[in-house]
């Protein structure tokens, strides 16, 4: 069965601190590897998409880092701000399929003051 | 704005009741999609259309949901018999065509079922 596993289920850091949150996926073969950041109340927002052949991708403070040997992608947010405090969700493209995606449950991360 | 629209934002409906969200992708998308998501978990895929055709249904989308492209633009999700376990946020998103795009979602119907 495809999955796609995150860890932690929830996460506290102090404003300015960096944080790592980590994704595990079964699903094989896939086209590519997003994650995407989701605040309360609101629809998820794209914020990096890794294909199968790439090591890392970044947005500005958000890292992406793809292993496609050991089948786990990691989510860096470096010098946190308040404004980061949301879920962070893994989304894996099968490539059997052009459109349906494999979800995580998502990461939540709260920046305190 | 050009981002994708959805309307309402909330529903409070008794159970048993009919209830329809209305969603309008970015205009130039030809793919639509609808998803749920509960409370703590990522959305749960419904259903998939590419322009006017409905080219795929999970099986979560019981008989009693129904979804319309009619014109290849805007789309309608409809519950009928509402039932207390429909609750949760109903999230459009679109696409272009091609493998890999990226899905834009709208923020979301969010339905209580009393």
């Known amino acids: 069965k495809n999955q796609v596993e995150q860890s932690p289920q929830s996460l506290i850091i102090l404003e300015g601190k960096n944080c790592t949150l980590q994704c595990n996926y079964t699903v094989s073969p896939f086209s590519n590897l997003r994650w995407y950041k989701q605040d309360t109340g609101r629809g998820p927002v794209s914020l990096t998409i890794m294909t199968f052949s790439e090591n890392t991708k970044s947005n500005g403070r958000y890292t992406a880092t793809l292993d496609a040997d050991t089948k786990q992608s990691s989510l860096h947010i470096t010098a946190s701000q308040l404004s980061d405090s949301a879920s962070y969700i893994c989304v894996v493209s099968p490539i059997r399929s052009n459109y349906q995606l494999i979800w995580g449950a998502g990461t939540k991360l709260i920046i305190k003051p | 704005d050009t981002g994708v629209s959805q309307d309402p934002r909330h529903k409070i409906t008794k159970r048993g009741q009919n209830v329809t969200f209305r969603c309008d992708p970015i205009s130039e998308h030809n793919r639509l999609y609808w998803y749920r998501q509960t409370l703590g978990q990522g959305p749960e895929f419904l259903t998939y259309f590419q322009n006017e055709a409905q080219l795929e249904k999970s099986r979560l989308l019981s008989d009693r949901f129904s979804a319309e492209r009619p014109k290849g633009s805007f789309s309608t999700l409809e519950i009928q018999r509402t039932e207390q376990g429909d609750s949760a946020m109903y999230l459009c998103?679109?696409?272009?065509?091609?493998?890999?795009?990226?899905?834009?979602f709208g923020p979301g119907t969010r339905l209580l079922v009393l």
């Open positions: 998103a679109s696409s272009p065509s091609g493998s890999g795009e990226t899905q834009y």
